[in-house]
């Protein structure tokens, strides 16, 4: 993990810029990386993170942690958030097939 002072933060928009301790270039936060926080970041916080890419190569921060404050167990109203669209895809095909399936079956019987 990477440490660092969030400098910017655009509540109305959800995103920010964190200077990291190291004194490299200023890295991107958006709100989605602290989804388990129990509260919005504010400038001036104490920011603990991973460095990922986004989809056009620049730097961002991910996973990511605000220093004491609490991760709340249960995310987006306790439902589960899935950020990878394959994974979604597959998930669906199956239940798609399953549904085929079992219907087929009910038909054949009846």
Aim: charged share 25%.
């Amino acid at each position: 993990m990477v440490k660092g002072v969030l400098k910017t933060w655009k509540e109305d928009r959800g995103f920010g810029f964190i200077k990291p301790d190291d004194g490299g270039k200023d890295i991107f936060i958006h709100i989605s990386s602290l989804s388990s926080e129990s509260r919005r970041p504010t400038t001036g916080d104490i920011i603990h993170y991973q460095v990922g890419k986004d989809n056009r190569g620049k730097f961002k921060a991910i996973n990511a942690q605000i220093e004491g404050v609490n991760i709340t167990k249960i995310k987006h109203g306790g439902l589960l958030k899935i950020n990878n669209p394959k994974i979604v895809f597959i998930t669906l095909a199956i239940g798609l097939i399953i549904i085929s399936i079992a219907a087929a079956i009910y038909l054949s019987n009846n």
